[in-house]
């Protein structure tokens, strides 16, 4: 059973910084088959991605509010992706959820971290 525990959350000031990390269970975190995603979700709007990491190559995607600030990476000895943030904003402040699709016999699988909140504020 795969599951997904994100940590890291917390208060912050403007221009802090916050690690997240998503520990992985329940496939093989070694493996090129599955893409490691963070999502945010800001209280009255829609969910949106902002950063995502494919196992095969590590080759890494961002969204334009984040980009230059923030760094997804993973970790295969902990089983651990994670999401450094840095020169954080105002509209940073969401709901961070870890999202991991598996290709397992063609067919791709989704699950979803519990999420964790960022609420950046002075």
């Known amino acids: 059973q795969v599951q997904l525990v994100e940590s890291g959350g917390g208060l912050v000031q403007p221009g802090g910084s916050l690690r997240l990390s998503c520990v992985a269970s329940?496939?093989?975190?070694?493996?090129?088959?599955?893409?490691m995603s963070w999502y945010r979700r800001a209280p009255g709007k829609e969910r949106e991605l902002v950063a995502r990491?494919?196992?095969?190559?590590?080759?890494?995607n961002y969204a334009d509010s984040v980009k230059d600030r923030f760094t997804i990476s993973r970790d295969n000895a902990k089983n651990t992706a994670y999401l450094q943030m840095n020169s954080l904003k105002l509209e940073d402040t969401a709901v961070y959820y870890c999202?991991?699709?598996?290709?397992?016999?063609?067919?791709?699988?989704?699950?979803w971290g519990q999420g964790t909140q960022v609420t950046v504020s002075s």
């Open positions: 990491i494919t196992s095969a190559d590590d080759s890494t």
């Open positions: 329940g496939f093989d975190f070694s493996s090129s088959n599955y893409v």
């Open positions: 999202k991991a699709d598996l290709r397992l016999f063609f067919r791709w699988y989704n699950y």
